[in-house]
């Protein structure tokens, strides 16, 4: 059995864990702000905010999602929030709402209410509010009538109303704005109280009780029979109807798969870390100081919210983002098969073909490890896709390289789209090993990557398109890497 | 003064065709397509579908009573397919069942046997073939032919502009209810009520009384759902008649994508003609269309394709041709702009192509050329009140043009791997239906006793913000407030043989007929208060709900007035008809006066290039605009702001990609492109002219649909323009969208592993195959 908040009720059902969010808002609930536009997460026209208590059982923090790529069992022991849990009394409108009828930011209003909710989540967040945040808040909504300048506008008058918003507590604030009605004030310890009572109730559960996790993060007889869900990003893209029919194992809200945490040189992640998270560890951005530059270009706020790293890998597409860069940082992974035994993999070897992988199908990634780049390494990330955001990349690619006096002394270079594995191209790689960072050496490894892939045409570009991209992409590596200048090429 | 929807919207109350409430015993249907895009149908055979668990009904083209035929212009489209088949996605059958799961699940069982015919996706093959959809048609003016010899100059080419997929946010779909006498009631997510009706009626058999089609809002329709939304709605109640039960029918994305038709690609030959002051002096242009498998409104669209080949410019001496082709592919349909886009990118392109071949600028050719006041188009209407070269000049002047061409040239100098382009897109568009007959529309207006006002008429909201606009007409006819105004849903029982909201035209159209309507209602008030009161009746006035007598409050109110009429029984309802005056055009000369105005404006945009990505942002659309007298600021920007994007998205990322069998490969949100938050321009700036508007308009205020989207086309050539000038030697072809892979391509051209000619192939049509792996 189920069970969460939908705005101020709480809901218990046996609905499929692995159907979606959507669906029972809209056909069980009977809320119909909620509006279908695409089911795969690409439109926006069905976001929802999830709120989720946090250890201390004091705050909420709520996320936007779209509710067609959000598995029901990912919405368990959450706030649901549906546009019909922050609308006003007697038709009166929230800030946000009235920002954007001031403006003149809805026309045929199919998309409307994404827009509200993802404003209403930026309002939401403990983050401060900036005109880039408030921009970002809305990168996942999609709208083919007003060309957004309106929508910015009115995203601009709120950013400004918001910066009168207190750093502590500001719910109060929110509510006493007219945000969000009153009732969230009560929701942390509605929240609380629900997991206090899942905690004490049972621990076995039905087959597709959320989190009836064992002590070792794996339920190990599901997970024989059933299938991994994680943010649900790419199967209920893949899948729908089979994940609701089947029984599935949860695993975006396991407590032991989450966090992000630095053991001596090397950093290990939870399976389950979706890259918003990677965006707010201190931890990642001090290795990584472009993270922020490279995820803007990986889908958009909502699916970076609830899509995970370990997603993405076994996703296994020849072009997933976070794949590329991974394997570039010389990734490996923990699997831990059915039976609790777990073995260490390299990242790059986990593919053995398109879509084929060197894992059992009982086989779960419970960590990922990488070594933290050094300052003095080289690193860059590299994505051009038809439209810059939220798409699929025509080629992308990464690179690391550690250098010495000058001279690079290991080197791995990863690319995606240009064969039918997200891949390594160890020739182009070492061919630079041993070498300044010249202008011939560069040359050399274009023209052996250009040896070591083997894009196919397709929707995303043809053969040629992907063998120049990549050949200029790794010359922007060395460009942003401060390698080469502008001059020198 | 708010658009009065968005209130609602925000709140998500407001009711689009998949939140009807469901009726208890309602059917799902779902559509069973070819999987073959040309073939025989040799049988279908729904055994295994109706043993599943919850299916009704699988219909076929044998179920249907009466004609299966819903072809609007011309009668060659089967509601479900007989015989052959002629696109993929075509519809073939209808499982009708007790939830949407099951209705969905049983489509794979349904096995339909084809016999595979050869396929065409290219209008020139289609063409060469003999396969169009109506006759050529050729809009000619002057002697092109007898004047090339006097040219100065004189250049030739090819253009090519892709497809654009609509991508309403809300799919297409339709609920349909039977009604007692055997007839059936739709509520239609449609931009034209009276198509499904008659369609429908003639599906079934029925006459149109006993079809009622009702529409309330569409979550976008840009006109794809102008004839498309018919073949939903007739299913549906096809279902609903055989079943005698509500059905429910709702395109998921990916149907839609598939089985729907799009704005037409284009494959056309220009050929220009200057004078040695650079006055274009003769023109010939040869447009072949993608038309698809069925007419469906190629013809129409075609035919606006030639009126505005020559976009805002006078030419003495034109000759238009255009082939609407038959091909494999679904059957093409209107698009905001409804060919004009096609026809003045094809125009532009001659325009750039005399420029760069002779070292100039375009704009040194495009400001010479501008229409001016009594000029001739080549369909022989003149320019009446024309602001063409107002709206260059106001342009030019207030967003200064010499200023952006020095700072984009000069960027250019100091920056290698960086390039900005910049272009001038003027525009003129012409208002009306190009079918006269079609330039008609009623109101029917109740005042209720207590004063408030229920206005219906043909026109469908879609975000256009027609609703508000009619509100605002019938507010300020009756000097009432807007408050008291409800526009109501648009249903075939209240207001009969509508037209569809298309053409821009549909406030002017909608909006005079309820101006006449109001103008009676309170002339019938007026009347009456100067019997009661003893006033005279050429003073009186109603202002802000006050009646004034020679500008002095009179002692009633427009409460009191409404009342007082009603008992004395006088008619507090009214049906007005408006028909726009002075229409004529004859199709077999191919001349007259089709439009009822022009409307005007011109568009500076500035993009940059990152020539090592081949990646590319536009900075800047600046826009001077003919709105007449704006009934409604802020809805006239939305559409401005709304539709230019929607144009550079045609122009810059949205590809259609077709492989050779007629599949359709970017079929979902996530291979098909449209603008985002980020990839529209930085600024958009929107200048209002000072234009006096005209007396065709609704109140003076100027049409506003449709001409924006075609300053989209600048995108186009500013990017031209910024890949010139990172290789200033680059033969880069007309050919649009220029996505980023043209771009790149253009900029490296050299670049090869494997020889190969298909970076400047025009058409992609047939040049990508499909694979498994992305």
Not at chain 1, 172 to 186: K, N, T
Not at chain 2, 198 to 205: D, E, S, Y
Request: hydrophobic residues 40%; charged residues 20%.
């Amino acid at each position: 059995m189920l069970q969460f908040y939908l705005n101020n009720q709480l809901i218990r059902t046996a609905q499929p864990a692995g159907s979606t969010l959507l669906d029972f808002v809209r056909y069980h609930q009977h809320l119909k702000g909620t509006k279908i536009g695409c089911r795969e997460g690409d439109c926006g026209a069905c976001t929802v905010l999830v709120g989720e208590v946090d250890a201390a059982g004091e705050t909420v923090q709520y996320q936007s999602m779209t509710s067609c790529l959000t598995p029901l069992g990912n919405a368990h022991g959450k706030h649901v929030v549906t546009v019909e849990g922050i609308n006003q009394a007697r038709g009166g409108l929230t800030p946000v709402q009235q920002a954007i009828v001031q403006e003149g930011g809805s026309q045929c209003g199919f998309c409307t209410v994404g827009f509200v909710m993802s404003l209403t989540g930026h309002a939401l967040s403990t983050r401060p509010s900036t005109e880039a945040s408030v921009r970002a808040s809305i990168d996942g909504n999609i709208c083919r009538c007003t060309g957004y300048k309106s929508l910015e506008r009115a995203a601009t008058q709120l950013q400004e109303q918001l910066q009168a918003r207190p750093a502590a507590a500001p719910l109060a604030w929110l509510a006493e704005q007219g945000y969000v009605p009153r009732y969230f004030a009560d929701m942390p310890g509605k929240l609380q109280a629900l997991h206090s009572a899942a905690t004490a109730a049972a621990t076995g559960g039905s087959e597709t009780t959320a989190p009836a996790a064992t002590s070792n993060g794996i339920d190990t007889q599901a997970a024989v029979r059933a299938r991994i869900l994680g943010g649900g990003t790419d199967l209920l893209v893949q899948q729908p109807e089979h994940l609701r029919a089947t029984p599935v194992q949860l695993l975006y809200s396991q407590p032991q798969l989450r966090g992000i945490r630095q053991e001596g040189n090397t950093i290990v992640l939870g399976a389950a870390t979706t890259a918003q998270q990677l965006l707010e560890s201190e931890v990642m951005l001090a290795a990584l100081p472009q993270l922020p530059r490279y995820l803007k270009l990986v889908s958009s706020t909502p699916i970076r919210q609830m899509g995970t790293v370990a997603g993405n890998f076994i996703n296994a597409s020849p072009i997933g983002d976070l794949t590329i860069l991974f394997l570039a940082l010389g990734a490996e992974i923990e699997l831990q098969n059915a039976a609790g035994r777990h073995r260490t993999l390299p990242l790059t070897e986990l593919y053995q073909g398109y879509k084929q992988l060197a894992k059992t199908a009982d086989e779960q990634v419970t960590e990922i490890r990488f070594e933290a780049p050094a300052s003095t390494d080289a690193f860059n990330f590299e994505k051009v896709s038809k439209r810059t955001h939220l798409d699929i990349a025509s080629v992308n690619t990464a690179i690391w390289l550690r250098l010495e006096a000058g001279v690079i002394r290991e080197a791995r270079l990863s690319a995606g789209g240009v064969g039918p594995t997200p891949m390594l191209l160890p020739r182009a790689a070492e061919s630079l090993v041993g070498q300044p960072a010249t202008v011939e050496a560069l040359r050399r490894a274009q023209e052996l990557a250009q040896q070591e892939i083997s894009p196919i045409s397709d929707v995303r570009g043809t053969e040629q398109y992907k063998r120049l991209l990549l050949h200029q992409l790794l010359e922007a590596h060395f460009v942003e890497t401060g390698l080469l200048t502008e001059e020198q090429l | 003064m708010n658009h009065l929807d968005p209130n609602r919207h925000v709140r998500g109350e407001s009711q689009y065709l998949d939140d009807v409430p469901v009726q208890h015993g309602t059917l799902y249907a779902a559509v069973v397509e070819s999987a073959v895009a040309h073939g025989r149908l040799l049988s279908i055979d729904a055994t295994a579908a109706l043993a599943l668990p919850g299916v009704v009904h699988v219909l076929t083209a044998q179920d249907i009573p009466g004609e299966n035929q819903i072809g609007g212009i011309v009668p060659d489209e089967p509601l479900l397919a007989e015989g052959h088949v002629h696109f993929r996605g075509q519809p073939v059958a209808l499982v009708l069942a007790e939830s949407e799961h099951a209705a969905h699940a049983a489509l794979a069982h349904v096995r339909v046997e084809v016999e595979p015919l050869p396929i065409i996706v290219d209008p020139r093959v289609a063409a060469a073939q003999g396969e169009l959809l109506v006759p050529p048609r050729t809009f000619r003016i002057g002697d092109s032919g007898a004047t090339w010899a006097s040219c100065t100059h004189v250049f030739e080419g090819v253009a090519e502009s892709g497809g654009q997929e609509h991508l309403y946010i809300e799919t297409q779909g339709a609920y349909a209810f039977p009604t007692e006498m055997g007839g059936v009631r739709i509520v239609s997510s449609t931009q034209g009520p009276t198509a499904v009706q008659r369609h429908t009626a003639h599906v079934l058999g029925l006459g149109m009384h006993q079809v009622e089609v009702d529409v309330t809002r569409l979550g976008g329709g840009f006109g794809g759902k102008e004839d498309q939304a018919t073949p939903w709605g007739a299913l549906a109640a096809l279902g609903a008649f055989v079943a005698r039960r509500p059905v429910k029918l709702v395109l998921d994305r990916m149907a839609d994508m598939r089985m729907t038709g799009k704005r037409h690609p284009y494959s056309s030959d220009f050929k220009i003609g200057l004078d040695a002051d650079l006055k274009i002096v003769a023109y010939e242009v040869t447009f072949y269309q993608n038309g698809g498998a069925a007419a469906d409104l190629s013809p129409a669209v075609l035919e606006r394709t030639l009126f505005h080949s020559t976009n805002t410019y006078f030419i003495p001496n034109v000759t238009a041709t255009a082939y609407s082709c038959r091909t494999n592919l679904p059957p093409n349909t209107a698009f905001r702009g409804f060919g004009g886009p096609q026809g003045m990118f094809v125009i532009e392109s001659a325009i750039a192509c005399a420029a760069e071949r002779m070292g100039l600028a375009a704009t040194d050719i495009q400001r010479r050329n501008l229409l001016r006041e009594g000029d001739l188009f080549p369909y022989r209407q003149p320019a009446e009140g024309c602001h063409a070269e107002q709206a260059w000049d106001t342009a030019a002047e207030l967003f200064n043009l010499p200023a952006r061409r020095r700072e984009v040239d000069e960027f250019n100098q100091q920056h290698r791997w960086q390039k900005k382009g910049l272009a001038v897109m003027p525009i003129c568009f012409g208002i009306s239906f190009t079918k006269t007959a079609m330039n008609q529309a009623r109101a029917l207006v109740h005042i209720y006793t207590d004063g408030s006002v229920g206005v219906s008429t043909g026109a469908v909201e879609m975000g256009q913000g027609v609703n508000t606009k009619i509100a605002q007409v019938a507010a300020r006819t009756l000097g009432i407030g807007i408050g008291r105004i409800k526009v109501e849903s648009t249903n075939t029982t209240r207001v009969a043989n509508t037209s569809p909201s298309a053409a821009s035209a549909t406030a002017d159209l909608n909006g005079k007929a309820t101006e006449l309507a109001c103008l009676a209602l309170r002339e019938r008030l007026l009347r009456l208060a100067s019997t009661e009161l003893r006033l005279n009746y050429e003073g009186l006035h109603i202002e802000n709900e006050q009646v004034l007598a020679a500008g002095k409050p009179a002692d009633t109110t427009w409460e009191k007035l409404v009342s007082a009429a009603y008992w004395q029984r006088v008619n507090l309802s009214e049906n007005a008809h408006y028909a726009t005056p002075d229409l004529h055009f004859d199709a077999t000369t191919n001349q007259g006066y089709p439009f009822a105005y022009h409307v005007y404006g011109t568009a500076l945009t500035t993009v940059q290039v990152d020539c090592r990505r081949g990646t590319y942002e536009v900075e800047a659309v600046q826009i001077a605009h003919d709105f007449g007298q704006s009934l409604n600021p802020q809805v006239d920007r939305g559409q401005i702001e709304g539709g230019a994007v929607q144009g550079i998205g045609w122009m810059t990322l949205e590809e259609l990609v077709y492989n050779n069998e007629g599949r359709l490969l970017s079929n979902s949100l996530n291979a098909y492109k449209i603008p985002d938050l980020y990839s529209v321009p930085k600024v958009l700036d929107v200048h209002f002219l000072d234009t006096p508007g005209h007396s065709r308009a609704i109140m003076r205020s100027k049409a506003v649909g449709e001409p924006p989207l075609m300053y989209g086309i600048g995108a186009y050539f500013a990017l031209r323009d910024a890949v010139r000038a990172f290789n200033p030697n680059s033969t880069i072809s007309f050919s649009a969208p220029m996505t980023p892979e043209k771009v790149l391509v253009n900029l490296h051209p050299h670049f090869t592993t494997t020889p190969s000619d298909a970076w400047n192939s025009p058409a992609p049509l047939t040049s990508v195959t499909t694979s498994a792996a992305s």
